[in-house]
């Protein structure tokens, strides 16, 4: 049967009609487009200027009437009084950095002088630390706080003044009468890092009458800032976010699977035999046992050093000599070992005080602590010392010593769940996660990080055990020893599906985490009135802390070379960031140590150079159950050894730490 054929004008007929259609619904959409376009135009318009001009009116107006900060600087060629100065001008810091830029200063005999008026917003107790070669004289509010000269000593010293909220005026006099010059002033809050005086609030002169027009310019600066920034992320999330959220989910899938690919081939190229790791027999089984053994033994013998006749081995919680006069009463009728040498102790003495007063019910606490609101947050291994040292003040002190000890010592028995004596390898990383930096530093000064990672590995057990509500009331419960634990809740999510029943589950299980840290919070508020959110100002905007820690910790090395103990710091960095690689690249949602590790690492990102400072400083207690996580993950693979040494550096200063030669 054939086809018919249109009519040719018939069908040219139809070409038309459907050109003349097309074209119309183009217009149509076009004008439909332009509609639009000029109803965005005006609003668009009224918002450009707007920002453009509180923008333009925030900058002119910050120029004109900011308040100038900082110090009054005045150097003299001479050292005696009647010297006629060099120069007058406004600097932020108090330090000798200004010879080096003008080498036309005299180096000997001058004389340098800061004055100014520091703000503080609230009364605090603050630590002035000074010292320098040859004198320097620190004043507040016409006062003398610390004095250092020949004869009293140029080496740093640190005292300690109670200043009220407002303003008090502060003179530096610094004099240089031959030889060599240093000059050493900084400052902190009572226990706290000290800092320089850059940081303060520290203004040329009293500003009274401009602190009113400061608070209103800076308003004027957040709103600016907010009128450039909040309507367009408003605006992009009302247009685009269904489209960046598939974005989304298809980079983080994509990465997903890339990384569990080439995770894949990683550990089926580690796995070939080779022959390191040829199956161990019988005899080399016992012989890694007996290995196990020996490092525990090692480890008790090491701690038997710090045994003290009379004071047993309270020389472990670090009392200092500075903090001595302010013990609690009962603590000082105990014999306990006291760090001379105007040491200020460390943290352990706050929490072993803690212990003999674990209700905060000893009105001494409030001045015997540093700062008793965030000491008393951390209260559960006060709690567990007052049990094991049946509230006797002796026995309690003792019991908190050596409460580390006994954790290192479950610790290394827990810990063969996952690294068995089975092989070597596993033996390094089971020695490389006890003697750790961050854990070694715990024992050695009475910390909460060692009874902290027990806690956190006995919550890890009970979830492999599919004990979610055990594991949620282990991980809440050790959020009384540290808040930072409570990252541990990251194991817990996801572990029991989207089912109603799960769900029920998850929410109890919520419950059991967040709820005790909340009541004792409610407890410490009312004894105290307060709780000290801040805590020491621990926490700043993503890698600003990890970068100042990196610069000084170069800095110093270039300065002095590999002799400085910035060494130290430079091997904690590098096997931090090893850790922290690692667990990034290594992506396995569904182990609950991964998740663990990963969740640390996000923390260390957070963390400000008051945790970073130190050779190391306290990062390495901080990140330990990353350190831990990296080393139960790490693969049996031809790729082992590189990782482990460069991720477990700190390990080297650890067992230095516990009386063994130095290797670097």
Same mark, same amino acid.
């Given at each position: 049967?054939?086809?018919?054929?249109?009519?040719?004008?018939r069908?040219e007929?139809?070409?038309?009609?459907?050109?003349l259609?097309?074209?119309m619904?183009?217009?149509?959409?076009?004008?439909?487009m332009?509609?639009k376009?000029s109803r965005?135009?005006?609003?668009l318009?009224v918002?450009?200027?707007?920002?453009?001009?509180? *923008?333009?009116?925030?900058?002119?107006?910050?120029?004109?009437?900011?308040?100038?900060?900082?110090?009054?600087h005045?150097?003299?060629?001479?050292?005696?009084?009647a010297?006629i100065?060099?120069?007058?001008?406004t600097?932020?810091?108090?330090?000798?950095?200004f010879?080096?830029?003008?080498?036309?200063?005299?180096?000997?005999?001058?004389?340098?002088?800061?004055?100014g008026?520091?703000?503080?917003?609230?009364?605090?107790? @603050?630590? @002035?630390?000074a010292g320098?070669?040859?004198?320097?004289?620190?004043?507040?509010?016409?006062?003398? +706080?610390?004095?250092?000269?020949?004869?009293?000593?140029?080496?740093?010293?640190?005292?300690?003044v109670?200043?009220?909220?407002?303003?008090?005026?502060?003179?530096?006099?610094?004099?240089q009468?031959?030889?060599?010059?240093?000059?050493?002033?900084?400052?902190?809050?009572a226990g706290e890092?000290?800092?320089?005086?850059?940081?303060?609030?520290i203004?040329?002169?009293?500003?009274d009458a401009?602190?009113?027009?400061?608070?209103?310019?800076?308003?004027?600066?957040?709103v600016?800032?907010?009128?450039w920034?909040v309507?367009?992320?408003?605006f992009?999330?009302?247009v685009?976010?269904?489209?960046?959220?598939?974005?989304?989910?298809?980079?983080?899938?994509?990465?997903c699977?890339?990384?569990?690919?080439?995770?894949?081939?990683?550990?089926?190229?580690?796995?070939?035999?080779?022959?390191?790791?040829?199956?161990?027999?019988a005899?080399q089984?016992?012989?890694l046992?007996?290995?196990?053994?020996v490092?525990?033994?090692?480890?008790?013998?090491a701690? *038997?050093?710090?045994y003290?006749?009379?004071?047993?081995?309270?020389y472990?919680?670090?009392?200092?000599?500075?903090?001595?006069e302010?013990?609690?009463?009962?603590?000082?009728?105990v014999?306990?070992?006291v760090?001379?040498r105007?040491?200020?102790?460390? !943290?352990?003495?706050?929490?072993?005080?803690?212990?003999?007063?674990?209700?905060?019910?000893?009105?001494?606490l409030?001045?015997?602590?540093?700062?008793?609101?965030?000491?008393?947050?951390?209260?559960?291994?006060?709690?567990?010392?007052?049990?094991?040292?049946?509230?006797?003040?002796?026995?309690?002190?003792?019991?908190?010593?050596?409460?580390?000890?006994?954790?290192?010592?479950?610790?290394?028995?827990?810990?063969?769940?996952w690294?068995?004596p089975?092989?070597?390898?596993?033996?390094?990383?089971?020695?490389?996660?006890?003697?750790?930096h961050?854990?070694?530093?715990?024992?050695q000064r009475?910390?909460?990080?060692?009874?902290s990672?027990l806690?956190? +590995?006995?919550?890890?057990?009970?979830?492999e055990?599919r004990r979610?509500i055990?594991?949620?009331?282990?991980?809440?419960?050790? *959020?009384?020893?540290?808040?930072?634990?409570?990252?541990?809740?990251?194991?817990?999510?996801?572990?029991?599906?989207?089912?109603?029943?799960?769900?029920?589950?998850?929410?109890?299980?919520?419950?059991?985490?967040?709820?005790?840290?909340?009541l004792?919070f409610?407890?410490?508020?009312?004894?105290? *009135?307060s709780l000290d959110?801040?805590?020491?100002?621990?926490?700043?905007?993503?890698l600003?802390?990890?970068?100042?820690?990196?610069?000084?910790?170069?800095?110093?090395?270039?300065?002095?070379?590999?002799?400085?103990?910035?060494?130290?710091?430079?091997?904690a960095? +590098?096997?931090?960031?090893?850790?922290?690689?690692?667990l990034?690249w290594?992506? !396995?949602?569904?182990?609950?140590?991964?998740?663990?590790?990963i969740?640390?690492?996000?923390?260390?990102?957070?963390?400000?150079?008051?945790?970073?400072?130190?050779?190391?400083?306290?990062?390495?207690?901080?990140?330990l159950?990353?350190?831990?996580?990296?080393?139960?993950?790490?693969?049996?693979?031809?790729?082992?050894w590189l990782?482990?040494?460069?991720?477990?550096?700190?390990?080297?200063?650890?067992?230095?730490?516990?009386?063994?030669?130095?290797?670097?």
């Amino acid at each position: 049967m054939g086809l018919v054929a249109l009519p040719a004008g018939r069908h040219e007929g139809l070409r038309l009609s459907i050109r003349l259609s097309a074209g119309m619904i183009a217009r149509f959409e076009s004008s439909q487009m332009m509609f639009k376009q000029s109803r965005l135009r005006l609003p668009l318009t009224v918002y450009l200027l707007v920002a453009t001009a509180l *923008g333009w009116l925030s900058l002119h107006l910050d120029g004109r009437f900011r308040t100038e900060t900082g110090l009054v600087h005045t150097f003299y060629r001479e050292t005696d009084s009647a010297s006629i100065p060099l120069f007058r001008r406004t600097s932020r810091g108090i330090d000798l950095d200004f010879l080096e830029d003008e080498p036309s200063l005299p180096r000997r005999s001058f004389r340098v002088q800061w004055k100014g008026v520091w703000h503080l917003p609230e009364a605090r107790l @603050i630590d @002035i630390y000074a010292g320098g070669d040859d004198r320097v004289v620190v004043r507040v509010d016409d006062r003398v +706080v610390v004095a250092r000269d020949a004869a009293r000593g140029m080496h740093t010293i640190a005292e300690r003044v109670a200043l009220d909220a407002g303003f008090h005026r502060v003179v530096v006099r610094y004099e240089q009468y031959g030889g060599d010059f240093g000059l050493n002033v900084r400052w902190a809050r009572a226990g706290e890092v000290p800092r320089s005086f850059e940081s303060a609030s520290i203004f040329p002169e009293r500003p009274d009458a401009q602190l009113k027009a400061n608070r209103r310019l800076a308003t004027l600066r957040r709103v600016a800032g907010a009128v450039w920034l909040v309507p367009p992320l408003l605006f992009a999330l009302w247009v685009g976010w269904p489209h960046a959220l598939r974005a989304g989910r298809r980079v983080f899938q994509s990465w997903c699977d890339r990384s569990r690919l080439a995770w894949r081939r990683w550990r089926q190229e580690g796995d070939r035999p080779v022959p390191w790791s040829a199956e161990p027999t019988a005899r080399q089984k016992r012989a890694l046992q007996f290995l196990y053994v020996v490092v525990v033994v090692g480890f008790l013998g090491a701690v *038997g050093q710090f045994y003290r006749p009379g004071t047993g081995f309270t020389y472990l919680i670090f009392f200092g000599e500075e903090f001595q006069e302010r013990t609690l009463s009962t603590v000082e009728a105990v014999p306990h070992y006291v760090h001379r040498r105007g040491s200020f102790g460390y !943290d352990g003495q706050f929490y072993a005080q803690l212990a003999v007063a674990p209700l905060l019910d000893d009105p001494g606490l409030q001045d015997a602590l540093d700062s008793a609101p965030y000491r008393a947050r951390r209260i559960l291994f006060s709690w567990t010392a007052f049990a094991l040292g049946l509230g006797q003040p002796g026995w309690v002190l003792q019991a908190y010593a050596l409460q580390n000890v006994l954790c290192w010592v479950i610790l290394a028995w827990l810990l063969q769940r996952w690294l068995p004596p089975a092989r070597f390898r596993n033996f390094a990383l089971w020695f490389a996660c006890l003697f750790s930096h961050g854990m070694i530093v715990s024992v050695q000064r009475s910390l909460l990080e060692g009874p902290s990672m027990l806690l956190i +590995v006995l919550g890890l057990l009970a979830l492999e055990h599919r004990r979610t509500i055990v594991a949620a009331g282990i991980v809440g419960l050790s *959020g009384l020893g540290r808040e930072t634990n409570l990252l541990v809740a990251a194991a817990l999510a996801g572990s029991g599906g989207w089912s109603a029943r799960a769900r029920a589950r998850a929410f109890v299980a919520a419950g059991l985490v967040a709820v005790p840290l909340l009541l004792w919070f409610a407890y410490t508020y009312s004894v105290y *009135g307060s709780l000290d959110l801040e805590g020491g100002g621990n926490l700043t905007m993503p890698l600003a802390g990890l970068w100042q820690y990196w610069e000084s910790t170069l800095g110093e090395l270039r300065m002095v070379g590999w002799a400085s103990r910035a060494r130290y710091s430079l091997l904690a960095l +590098v096997s931090l960031a090893v850790q922290a690689g690692y667990l990034i690249w290594r992506v !396995d949602w569904d182990d609950h140590w991964w998740r663990v590790g990963i969740s640390y690492c996000a923390l260390m990102l957070l963390l400000s150079i008051n945790v970073w400072e130190g050779y190391p400083g306290a990062s390495t207690r901080v990140l330990l159950p990353m350190a831990f996580a990296f080393n139960v993950l790490l693969p049996q693979s031809r790729y082992f050894w590189l990782l482990f040494v460069f991720g477990n550096l700190t390990v080297v200063q650890s067992l230095a730490d516990l009386g063994m030669p130095r290797l670097v």
